[in-house]
């Protein structure tokens, strides 16, 4: 009798597997068929399926080399996959994402000195109240969807960056959510949700457009004003100050939305390491690294060769899309200790949560913060919190996150 293993059904199973597929990701364990494609085809070829052809990257190291090499692996055509990938990327060549140097470092320095740990750190305070009341209005409701509880987090945190006026955050959150609101495809492909989230987004690129033309007459200390100024300076286009704009609103929603929620059932799945951390919260800055890497709520970048390149053991001809699964580099038992486990204290941790090389994540400070005082704050208020239905995947290729996340929390 012929034996049936693990791999050989793991391997059965991925024949006609389309990683581009965002159901895969709801509806299946992806983690279980990313652990085979590290042990045993670390630079797998995906045929045209849903999407174009791509290759696909999943062992650390491969995915470090080609974050790091952007001389042969280029973003200036996209960064993701998507439908986008079929009919071109409005953002190719000119949004930061979308560039290689010395474009993409002109881009980054009009921004950069926003996003110091310094220029981050006046916000602390305020980010604080935020998720403080929200937290206590959960508690005091007893059932939450913490998907929701989280929303006005990074909204409100890149809002004051930006320089919104306060009057305006909610007005923005209601934008923001109508407009980029979901990275679940179920949403995306229906045709009302597509029609009111194109009308959002209209709506907030006239909004930029307003507090843009506002600060070249009144300039402050704030990114719109950067891009003010940049324009006037010529470095950047009308449509590129408010693509740069719309990034920036974009970049760090949904990403830190869904950190917020995974470092919460990274918690809620190991009791240990929170009873650890509300014990010690000198442990919140490793805390926060492992909810980055666990969780990873950016499940991947897409780069394009420039030239022919051997990587893993393959050779990849020039103009290939390669695919970086940091949430498969962040699993790879290579670099990470038993790494399904949730330990708050990992060190060292060298996670690629945000990315590496020249596009390491430009919000990478206030993202931490964020998480950090979510964290915080979470600890000094919720003693348990029970999950009340089984939390649905989005169906995305983008970011791993939840539709949502129902709980009934108990103060601490
Ligand atoms: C937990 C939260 C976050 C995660 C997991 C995350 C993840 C990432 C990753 C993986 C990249 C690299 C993209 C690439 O290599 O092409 C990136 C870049 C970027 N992130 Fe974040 N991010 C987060 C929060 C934020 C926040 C709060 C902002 C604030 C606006 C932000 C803005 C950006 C921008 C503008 C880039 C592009 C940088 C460049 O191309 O030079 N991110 N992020």
Redesign the pocket.
């Given at each position: 009798m012929t034996m049936t293993t693990t791999p050989d059904l793991v391997r059965s199973a991925l024949l006609g597997t389309d990683l581009a597929d965002p159901q895969l990701f709801a509806d299946t364990d992806y983690h279980r068929t990313f652990r085979y494609l590290r042990e045993h085809d670390p630079v797998h070829w995906n045929p045209e399926g849903v999407e174009p052809a791509f290759w696909s990257v999943t062992r650390y190291d491969d995915c470090l080399a080609v974050?790091k090499n952007t001389k042969d692996f280029s973003?200036a055509v996209t960064?993701t996959l998507g439908q986008q990938r079929w009919h071109g990327d409005e953002g190719a060549g000119r949004m930061?994402?979308h560039t290689d140097a010395p474009r993409?470092t002109e881009l980054?320095r009009i921004v950069n000195k926003s996003f110091t740990p310094r220029a981050v750190a006046s916000l602390e305070p305020y980010l604080r109240s935020v998720i403080g009341d929200a937290l206590d209005r959960a508690l005091a409701a007893g059932e939450c969807d913490l998907v929701e509880v989280v929303a006005l987090l990074?909204v409100a945190?890149?809002a004051a960056l930006l320089g919104v006026p306060q009057e305006d955050w909610e007005p923005l959150l209601t934008l923001t959510t109508a407009a980029f609101g979901s990275a679940d495809q179920d949403v995306q492909t229906s045709p009302s949700a597509r029609a009111s989230a194109a009308q959002a987004h209209a709506q907030l690129l006239l909004y930029c457009q307003d507090l843009m033309d506002q600060r070249a007459e009144d300039p402050r200390d704030d990114i719109v004003t950067s891009l003010a100024e940049a324009r006037r300076a010529g470095v950047l286009t009308e449509e590129d100050a408010m693509l740069f704009f719309d990034?920036?609103l974009l970049?760090?929603n949904e990403?830190?939305r869904h950190?917020a929620v995974g470092a919460l059932l990274g918690l809620m799945e190991f009791p240990d390491q929170w009873r650890l951390l509300r014990a010690d919260r000198s442990l919140l800055t490793p805390a926060v690294g492992e909810v980055?890497r666990w969780a990873s709520?950016?499940k991947h970048?897409l780069r394009r060769t420039v030239h022919d390149v051997e990587l893993g053991g393959q050779r990849i001809e020039a103009g290939a899309d390669v695919v970086v699964w940091?949430f498969s580099a962040n699993r790879d038992r290579r670099v990470f200790t038993d790494p399904d486990r949730f330990d708050v204290t990992r060190s060292p941790n060298p996670h690629l949560?945000?990315?590496a090389g020249?596009?390491?994540?430009?919000?990478a400070s206030?993202?931490t913060m964020e998480?950090r005082v979510f964290l915080d704050e979470l600890c000094d208020r919720v003693g348990a919190a029970e999950m009340l239905r089984p939390p649905a995947h989005l169906a995305s290729t983008v970011i791993s996150g939840f539709k949502n996340l129902r709980l009934r929390l108990t103060p601490a």
């Amino acid at each position: 009798m012929t034996m049936t293993t693990t791999p050989d059904l793991v391997r059965s199973a991925l024949l006609g597997t389309d990683l581009a597929d965002p159901q895969l990701f709801a509806d299946t364990d992806y983690h279980r068929t990313f652990r085979y494609l590290r042990e045993h085809d670390p630079v797998h070829w995906n045929p045209e399926g849903v999407e174009p052809a791509f290759w696909s990257v999943t062992r650390y190291d491969d995915c470090l080399a080609v974050l790091k090499n952007t001389k042969d692996f280029s973003s200036a055509v996209t960064n993701t996959l998507g439908q986008q990938r079929w009919h071109g990327d409005e953002g190719a060549g000119r949004m930061l994402t979308h560039t290689d140097a010395p474009r993409h470092t002109e881009l980054r320095r009009i921004v950069n000195k926003s996003f110091t740990p310094r220029a981050v750190a006046s916000l602390e305070p305020y980010l604080r109240s935020v998720i403080g009341d929200a937290l206590d209005r959960a508690l005091a409701a007893g059932e939450c969807d913490l998907v929701e509880v989280v929303a006005l987090l990074p909204v409100a945190s890149i809002a004051a960056l930006l320089g919104v006026p306060q009057e305006d955050w909610e007005p923005l959150l209601t934008l923001t959510t109508a407009a980029f609101g979901s990275a679940d495809q179920d949403v995306q492909t229906s045709p009302s949700a597509r029609a009111s989230a194109a009308q959002a987004h209209a709506q907030l690129l006239l909004y930029c457009q307003d507090l843009m033309d506002q600060r070249a007459e009144d300039p402050r200390d704030d990114i719109v004003t950067s891009l003010a100024e940049a324009r006037r300076a010529g470095v950047l286009t009308e449509e590129d100050a408010m693509l740069f704009f719309d990034l920036l609103l974009l970049g760090g929603n949904e990403t830190t939305r869904h950190g917020a929620v995974g470092a919460l059932l990274g918690l809620m799945e190991f009791p240990d390491q929170w009873r650890l951390l509300r014990a010690d919260r000198s442990l919140l800055t490793p805390a926060v690294g492992e909810v980055l890497r666990w969780a990873s709520p950016s499940k991947h970048v897409l780069r394009r060769t420039v030239h022919d390149v051997e990587l893993g053991g393959q050779r990849i001809e020039a103009g290939a899309d390669v695919v970086v699964w940091h949430f498969s580099a962040n699993r790879d038992r290579r670099v990470f200790t038993d790494p399904d486990r949730f330990d708050v204290t990992r060190s060292p941790n060298p996670h690629l949560g945000l990315g590496a090389g020249s596009h390491y994540c430009l919000g990478a400070s206030l993202a931490t913060m964020e998480l950090r005082v979510f964290l915080d704050e979470l600890c000094d208020r919720v003693g348990a919190a029970e999950m009340l239905r089984p939390p649905a995947h989005l169906a995305s290729t983008v970011i791993s996150g939840f539709k949502n996340l129902r709980l009934r929390l108990t103060p601490a």
